[in-house]
């Protein structure tokens, strides 16, 4: 079982750019949700997605945007890039009406 | 007031030593309360899952939850220096149910 895997590890982009940054979930899993880790900080709820839906929703702006496949996979995208958007985002999958959710080793976005 | 807090250390113990960590919280509410390790830019990995007040043991660890006090810890029994990391403390309203963290307490295992 190859667990969350995320892609790319590593993201450079400039000011104003958009990133697209990618999830699979662990075998079996159906939902997936994204979190944002700024240096020094526990991660933050960014959302959820469940069934292809966003069930839930963090405080973030609707520059975060994401999507997710038929397969369960996911995509979180961000649009118009600040310097504040740099972190490490994480995505943690976990199945329906389990208890635990599962995370990857996240991407690292620096924003110039 | 944050939601849940803890205290970011750094926390130096020598090695064989009894670690303990804790957070509080403000919502009474939550039900789910969880630890997680995190190693140097890697994802969290989840230690421990609790359900509700009381105890969970796995291993050289211990969870407890004290649900009237809105308090919850972590003890590492016989501390081992693999065991420095940052250690995040969660805990969320359902099942499922979006998770909100702690800022994590940094830990170094002294050999």
């Known amino acids: 079982d190859a667990g969350v895997t995320q892609s790319p590890t590593h993201l450079i982009k400039t000011r104003g750019q958009q990133v697209t940054l990618r999830c699979s979930p662990k075998?079996?899993?159906?939902?997936v949700s994204w979190y944002q880790q700024a240096l020094g900080q526990g991660p933050q709820f960014i959302f959820q997605?469940?069934?292809?839906?966003?069930?839930q929703r963090g405080n973030f702006p609707d520059r975060f945007s994401g999507h997710q496949f038929p397969n369960y996979s996911s995509e979180l995208n961000v649009n118009a890039l600040l310097l504040g958007d740099s972190a490490l985002y994480l995505c943690?999958?976990?199945?329906?009406?389990?208890?635990?959710?599962?995370f990857g080793p996240g991407t690292r976005l620096t924003v110039l | 007031q944050k939601e849940v807090e803890q205290d970011p250390g750094p926390l130096s113990v020598p090695e064989g030593a009894i670690v303990s960590l804790n957070c509080t919280y403000s919502?009474?509410?939550?039900?789910?309360f969880m630890w997680y390790r995190q190693y140097s830019r890697k994802g969290p990995e989840l230690l421990m899952y609790t359900y509700s007040s009381g105890n969970k043991e796995d291993g050289r660890f211990t969870a407890q939850v004290d649900k009237s006090s809105k308090y919850i810890s972590l003890f590492i029994r016989d501390s081992q220096p693999s065991d420095s990391a940052t250690y995040l403390c969660a805990m969320s309203l359902a099942r499922d149910d979006k998770i909100i963290f702690g800022k994590g307490t940094r830990l170094h295992i002294l050999p």
């Open positions: 075998s079996g899993h159906d939902t």
């Open positions: 943690a999958s976990s199945s329906t009406g389990g208890n635990e959710q599962f």
């Open positions: 997605y469940y069934e292809e839906e966003e069930r």
């Open positions: 919502n009474s509410a939550f039900q789910y």
